[in-house]
T-cell receptor, first 112, second 115 residues
């Protein structure tokens, strides 16, 4: 079955450490997205990519970085510059411009 | 900018009750509208969508009609079940000059259905 796989499901970060969240899709979708979800809030866009080797900042990109070297993969790095990283992170992908986004099951990041 | 406003939760209902979750939006163009559902500890699943005015999206007994005159997309279900307990998100997407279609979400509404 096609879908989006996020790993790990739970991740812990120490102070001053960078961590990378994985997102892989086998839907052959061009566009991929990273969202952050905080309790009681909607999802906020961190970064998105419309095509391989290209990506743009979303609404809350500070303290995060991404790469898009392969169509299937869109990893997110939470850097030490992100002072409040504890959140639920969701990856999504989309086929055609008028198609809905499909989501992975998320990664919950916490601070040790 | 574009935005989505949902009724605040939690919404607590008894099994077989009628459900309405209100959603209104502001948009500069002609957005597509979506309802997503999130079960505890999981990602979001698309529940239904509507791409133009007067379209009705439906799935699993849920319905929502795209009302351009009232800029609304209210979610309804005639008889809820315990298994419908989840967080429901209203969202819109709009092309910005052909560049992309970012999803803009409401804050989500928690539905709790009691047996």
């Amino acid at each position: 079955d096609g879908g989006i796989t996020q790993s790990p499901k739970y991740l812990f970060r120490k102070e001053g450490q960078n961590v990378t969240l994985s997102c892989e899709q086998n839907l052959n979708h061009d566009a991929m997205y990273w969202y952050r979800q905080d309790p009681g809030q909607g999802l906020r866009l961190i970064y998105y990519s419309q095509i391989v080797n290209d990506f743009q900042k979303g609404d809350i990109a500070e303290g995060y970085s991404v790469s898009r070297e392969k169509k299937e993969s869109f990893p997110l790095t939470v850097t030490s510059a992100q002072k409040n990283p504890t959140a639920f992170y969701l990856c999504a992908s989309r086929g055609g411009w008028d198609q809905p986004q499909h989501f992975g099951d998320g990664t919950r990041l916490s601070i040790l | 900018g574009d935005s989505v406003t949902q009724m605040e939760g939690p919404v607590t209902l008894s099994e077989e009750a009628f459900l309405t979750i209100n959603c209104t939006y502001t948009a500069t163009g002609y957005p597509s509208l979506f309802w997503y559902v999130q079960y505890p500890g999981e990602g979001l699943q698309l529940l239904l969508k509507a791409t133009k005015a007067d379209d009705k999206g439906s799935n699993k007994g849920f319905e929502a009609t795209y009302r351009k005159e009232t800029t609304s997309f209210h979610l309804e279900k005639g008889s809820v079940q315990v298994s419908d307990s989840a967080v429901y998100f209203c969202a819109l997407t709009e092309l910005y000059g052909g560049a992309t279609n970012k999803l803009i979400f409401g804050t989500g509404t928690l539905l709790a259905v009691q047996p």
